[in-house]
């Protein structure tokens, strides 16, 4: 694993990798960068299995941090990107902190709230461990807050410093306009881990009676992608923006949406001055009718259906200790590819 260092800060920043000021976060508090390293890792993968289906695959993000044009003007994707992005650095800074790696925080503050009623506890994502009646259990002695809870707020608190250093290039009211409307999409990017937190309790009592139960707010296990899940709902009625005097956006969208400026290209063909990479010779699904279907996929270009026989190895079966013996089985599988 790399090691941190103020040097290896610097070192990053004459390289590209970071920005002037995100290389002054990092020097100010190189045991986040691990986290952060990460994240970017995360942004990638969800983004990639977000969109694997459909004719802007999220592939372009491999060539960070020198993005095609489609991740720098202000489009759909972008919006998307710097959003996840955001999520997905406080999904490991709250992790980090739980785990004790990280010295500016550790677990989350409990909160001041009433516990709720057994009721509002059974639901799926409430608990992992136990089967038990509740009408059985106090709402209020059985119940109190304990374990260690995810600590977003510091989580997302860190995030925002580091993050509101990745400023567009240019000066002037357009630069100042486009950094508003990425900092808007970090800001919902945060918002979404925030909305990810579930109640998880553990119960403790004699011979399983839950007698008393111990609650936290956490993240779970499913990782930035759920609130990967909830901004790409996002994504898909996210709102177009114009600039205005001063570089400010107008007060109209609510902190969840996402913002863009520029239409996006229908990715249909290849134009590097766009950002697209066209869908020719992309894999379809000659079956299906949504995203990943060949109508959509390939544009209406039509597409070209590939046969193909594997031998493989099947039906096979032990003898003795140590022979297996097997049949050997032809199957045909099928390929769509758009023209």
């Not at 790399?2 to 100010?28: D, N």
């Not at 304990?146 to 567009?168: I, Y």
């Not at 998880?200 to 956490?218: A, F, M, P, Q």
């Not at 000659?286 to 099947?314: A, K, M, P, Q």
């Amino acid at each position: 694993m790399h090691v941190w260092t103020k040097e290896a800060c610097t070192s990053a920043k004459s390289a590209g990798l970071l920005e002037r000021k995100q290389a002054r976060a990092c020097r100010a508090t190189p045991d986040l960068m691990s986290s952060l390293v990460q994240a970017a890792e995360d942004t990638s993968t969800v983004c990639q299995q977000a969109f694997r289906h459909r004719r802007w695959n999220c592939s372009s993000i491999e060539r960070a941090p020198d993005y095609t044009p489609e991740l720098l003007t202000g489009t759909r994707e972008q919006a998307f990107v710097y959003a996840m992005s955001a999520a997905a650095a406080v999904w490991r800074l709250a992790r980090g902190c739980a785990l004790g790696s990280l010295a500016a925080c550790s677990c989350a503050t409990p909160p001041r709230r009433e516990p709720p009623s057994p009721s509002a506890l059974i639901s799926p994502s409430s608990f992992t461990t136990m089967s038990v009646s509740f009408d059985t259990l106090s709402a209020r002695n059985s119940f109190k807050w304990g374990g260690c809870g995810d600590d977003v707020r510091s989580a997302s608190r860190m995030a925002k410093r580091f993050l509101q250093g990745a400023t567009p290039p240019g000066t002037g009211a357009t630069a100042k306009f486009m950094h508003a409307v990425n900092m808007h999409n970090n800001r919902a990017g945060r918002r979404a881990v925030e909305q990810s937190l579930t109640l998880e309790c553990k119960c403790h009592g004699v011979s399983g009676s839950c007698s008393v139960r111990t609650c936290w707010r956490g993240l779970g296990a499913t990782g930035p992608s759920a609130a990967g899940s909830r901004l790409l709902r996002r994504y898909a009625t996210a709102a177009e923006v114009r600039p205005r005097p001063g570089g400010r956006l107008p007060p109209l969208y609510h902190h969840d949406n996402l913002l863009y400026t520029t239409k996006s290209p229908d990715y249909c063909l290849p134009d590097k001055k766009r950002g697209s990479l066209g869908t020719i010779g992309r894999q379809c699904n000659g079956s299906s009718s949504g995203y990943e279907g060949c109508e959509y996929l390939c544009c209406g270009r039509g597409h070209v259906t590939r046969t193909e026989e594997i031998l493989e190895r099947c039906d096979c079966k032990y003898f003795s200790c140590c022979y297996v013996k097997c049949k050997t089985c032809r199957r045909i599988v099928k390929t769509y590819e758009c023209n």
